[in-house]
Nanobody, 120 residues
Framework: QVQLVESGGGLVQPGGSLRLSCAAS????????MGWYRQAPGKQRELVAT???????NYADSAKGRFTISRDNAKKTVYLQMSSLKYEDTAVYYC??????WGTGGNVYWGQGTQVTVSS
C-alpha cells in the first residue's frame, strides 16, 4: 500500500558529506512525522532525526550540529543532509513515516535501508 524508497547512500571519507532522500508513494492520504534511523553492525537500530508535518525537528545527540533533516510535503519526501561524517556514522540508514492511508487508517512504514560507509 505504501512504499518508502531511500537513496543517496554510499562511501564517503571522514569529514565528508552525503544527502539521503526517502520518497513515499502509494495509497497516501497524509503523512505525519517522518524520520531517519540507523543500524550499525552488531548494534540496535537508533534514532537519528525526526520531523513533523509542520517542520518541527528532533535530533539524536550524535546528529546535532552535523545532520539536518528536512522534508518536501508536496513530493512526499524526507531528506537527511549529513556533514562532518565520522567513522561511527557507518550504518544502514532507514527512513520511516507515520502515514494515514485512504480508508485503512494510520500505520508506520519503513524503507528498505541505504548503506552509508565512512572510510578513508
Amino acid at each position: 500500500q505504501v512504499q518508502l524508497v531511500e537513496s543517496g547512500g554510499g562511501l564517503v571519507q571522514p569529514g565528508g558529506s552525503l544527502r539521503l532522500s526517502c520518497a513515499a508513494s502509494g495509497n497516501i492520504f497524509s503523512i505525519n512525522a517522518m524520520g531517519w534511523y540507523r543500524q550499525a553492525p552488531g548494534k540496535q537500530r537508533e534514532l537519528v532525526a525526526t520531523i513533523t508535518s509542520g517542520g518541527r525537528t528532533n535530533y539524536a545527540d550524535s546528529a546535532k550540529g552535523r545532520f539536518t533533516i528536512s522534508r518536501d510535503n508536496a513530493k512526499k519526501t524526507v531528506y537527511l543532509q549529513m556533514s562532518s561524517l565520522k567513522y561511527e556514522d557507518t550504518a544502514v540508514y532507514y527512513c520511516n513515516a507515520d502515514v494515514t492511508t485512504w480508508g485503512t487508517g494510520g500505520n508506520v512504514y519503513w524503507g528498505q535501508g541505504t548503506q552509508v560507509t565512512v572510510s578513508s
